[in-house]
């Protein structure tokens, strides 16, 4: 299959796609202002720069397209660049399809790096995909995603258990004798 635009019209069509402030990153940051949550956006001194930062909750929020990233597309242990079929929502090209592939792997190994350090480091990964974010899912995915930042904010806020120092405390009985209150 052929291109049907020539690399002129695809080059002025591929330079207009930015990473900031895509439709889907801002769904997800208008659910969540909407909601009470305040946040940092593409905060650079947090690995892989996330599109959301919640400091608060020591959580960074990725919202990747499905194209971009290779939403259920498997590229690990596949020979053959070719060997590698679309997902639902990620179609990748045939024109090209060495450069896409390997840009696509690329990107994934890219990620899995960035989600390791940042759990490394303590921080809590919740990735959106652009596919959940259609308008019959998006308040499904959105309260999945508000559960999970509950779960965080829980686990990094509960209170630490005090140690009892046992030996200092005199014991009393159970059996003592009290005197007559009258």
């Not at 009470?36 to 650079?44: A, D, F, I, P």
């Not at 397209?65 to 590698?84: D, K, M, N, P």
């Not at 840009?103 to 790096?113: A, L, S």
């Not at 009393?172 to 004798?177: F, L, N, P, T, V």
Request: net charge positive; proline share 7%.
């Amino acid at each position: 299959m052929t291109d049907r635009l020539t690399p002129a019209q695809r080059h002025k069509v591929m330079s207009r796609i930015r990473s900031r402030n895509t439709k889907p990153e801002k769904l997800v940051r208008q659910w969540l202002w909407r909601h009470g949550y305040r946040y940092r956006l593409n905060v650079k001194s947090v690995p892989g720069k996330p599109d959301i930062v919640m400091r608060r909750y020591r959580t960074a929020i990725f919202v990747n397209g499905c194209f971009w990233h290779g939403h259920h597309v498997e590229t690990q242990g596949i020979a053959s660049l070719h060997a590698i079929s679309n997902s639902s929502c990620c179609k990748i090209p045939q024109t090209n399809r060495d450069f896409w592939v390997n840009k696509i792997k690329r990107n994934q190994e890219r990620d899995q790096r960035n989600y390791q350090v940042l759990h490394d480091n303590g921080w809590q990964v919740i990735v959106v995909w652009e596919c959940q974010l259609v308008p019959k899912m998006i308040e499904q995915t959105m309260l999945r995603v508000e559960l999970m930042l509950n779960e965080y904010f829980l686990a990094l806020h509960q209170p630490k258990p005090v140690p009892y120092d046992f030996q200092n405390v005199p014991v009393s009985m159970a059996a003592e004798e009290f005197p007559p209150l009258i």
